[in-house]
């Protein structure tokens, strides 16, 4: 398939800008790929779709206020720069994008608020730096002052500014691993009470972890498919987070609900020769499109995403191409609300 099979225009499409509250109270389209039908509901009844033996794997990762803001030393301009990465903990070392590119160079020393304080040590792309912080303090203590200095990272289609109770808002339930750029939005409509109804019913709900990096917001760029190259992200799944899934899926009749694309592509990524899920640590730059045999992945939970997006091609890919064009098309009718604060589906 080509980039423009995922190209779609619709003249009213519904962008929130904060979420659903309660949480749970956001649409969910259910969708049903022996059935081929469609059908409606509120997240809150998402329980339903759960058996008793069937599993809930979900990203745990923490979004960190990874936007600051500054003076840059002497002129005292205004810069901003974005923290991508951290590279080496130990040196304070991150892999940034800066703003204005042009005026940030090796050996410039940018100032955020009264007492932190980092120094440009390297270029990487044109907007892109190697930053290190002047920072006395431990890995843990300066974490701390980012948290006091930065902003959440909100979507760049998000037209607001950040504001301090995004701190929370832009934040799944599950977080707990610091290291995301992006939430893992599909799991932003659980509610503590929503996941205690579907624990009650037996249903296992496993961790793994993969932090989201800027690049799922980067445009593919490319007609052929083939030739795109997504970013590598880090991700980690534990021994018993592996077992666990490994015996729902040999059970055969229960099944692996995964919550996201991005848990979706931390297991499709760490399989053995015969298909099992595998413990493992480390970086994943997996694109998943049409065709693709789904080894782990048996429903799938996921928000309305956007055209062209390597999102969208991960859903369709699990779907049904038709099927899933056939329902963005009611779901605009239907009103509801898409990308990173919008409604849900589960494909069953």
């Not at 923490?62 to 080496?88: H, S």
């Not at 940018?110 to 002047?134: C, H, K, P, Q, W």
């Not at 789904?294 to 997006?309: A, D, G, P, Q, V």
Request: with cysteine.
């Amino acid at each position: 398939m080509k980039l423009t099979d995922f190209r779609y225009e619709f003249e009213k499409l519904i962008v929130p800008s904060h979420p659903a509250e309660p949480r749970d109270s956001a649409k969910l389209m259910v969708i049903n790929r022996k059935e081929q039908s469609i059908t409606h509901e509120t997240f809150a009844d998402i329980h339903k779709y759960f058996n008793k033996g069937d599993c809930l794997v979900y990203n745990n990762t923490k979004v960190f206020p990874a936007r600051l803001k500054g003076k840059k030393e002497k002129t005292e301009a205004n810069i901003e720069v974005f923290l991508l990465r951290e590279l080496q903990p130990e040196n304070m070392l991150w892999d940034v994008l800066v703003e204005p590119a042009r005026k940030i160079r090796i050996g410039n020393k940018l100032y955020f608020g009264e007492d932190l304080v980092a120094e440009v040590v390297d270029n990487t792309t044109s907007r892109g730096r190697t930053i290190r912080f002047l920072f006395n303090g431990s890995n843990d203590e300066l974490y701390t002052k980012l948290d006091i200095v930065g902003e959440m990272p909100l979507p760049p289609y998000i037209k607001r500014k950040p504001e301090p109770e995004d701190k929370t808002r832009y934040q799944t339930i599950f977080a707990q691993e610091r290291g995301a750029v992006a939430a893992p939005t599909a799991a932003m409509h659980f509610t503590p009470e929503l996941l205690d109804k579907i624990a009650a019913k037996g249903v296992d709900v496993i961790p793994i972890t993969l932090h989201i990096g800027w690049g799922t917001f980067r445009p593919v760029e490319v007609e052929d498919l083939t030739k795109h190259r997504m970013d590598s992200e880090y991700y980690f799944i534990s021994e018993d987070s592996a077992a666990r899934i490994n015996e729902v899926k040999n059970r055969k009749k229960n099944k692996v609900v995964v919550c996201g694309t991005t848990s979706t592509r931390a297991i499709e990524t760490s399989l053995t020769a015969s298909g099992m899920l595998k413990a493992a640590i480390g970086w994943t730059d997996k694109f998943i499109y049409p065709p693709y045999d789904f080894k782990m992945t048996e429903s799938l939970i996921t928000n309305f995403h956007r055209s062209e997006s390597t999102l969208l091609m991960l859903t369709a890919a699990f779907c049904d191409y038709d099927l899933l064009m056939r329902a963005y098309k009611e779901a605009v009718d239907k009103k509801y609300r898409f990308y990173s604060f919008g409604d849900a589906m589960i494909i069953i």
